[in-house]
């Protein structure tokens, strides 16, 4: 198991190489709702145990929160329960957005 930050850069090619790429939002389900990486799915302390049971442990896990800052600790829990590669956006979802704005997904 390993923790690793990585670029927004380095992550849009990830995503653009591995279908298998889980993305992981724990930014909590209002801001998700309004905006959120295309694919992710929302993570929290209600939906953490369905994830774990359903997720392909093998598969990498990239997670994001507003600024780089929360996903650490968060990616280290998902590591802790066996996913063999996680990475941690660094700068966030308020750097991807400014970088990749067509790689989100706005509430209308």
């Known amino acids: ?22 993305i992981v939002d724990i930014r909590g389900a209002d801001w998700f709702a309004q905006a959120h990486i295309t694919q992710a799915i929302m993570l929290d302390s209600r939906t953490l145990e369905d994830f774990l049971h359903d997720a392909d442990l093998d598969a990498p896990v990239l997670v994001y929160c507003h600024h780089g800052i929360s996903s650490i600790p968060a990616g280290e829990v998902l590591a802790e329960r066996g996913f063999s590669e996680v990475l941690s956006l660094n700068g966030g979802f308020e750097q991807w957005r400014q970088q990749y704005p067509r790689q989100c997904t706005m509430s209308q």
């Open 1 to 22: 198991m390993s923790l690793r930050a990585i670029e927004p850069k380095d992550a849009l090619a990830l995503m653009e190489q591995n279908e298998a790429l889980q």
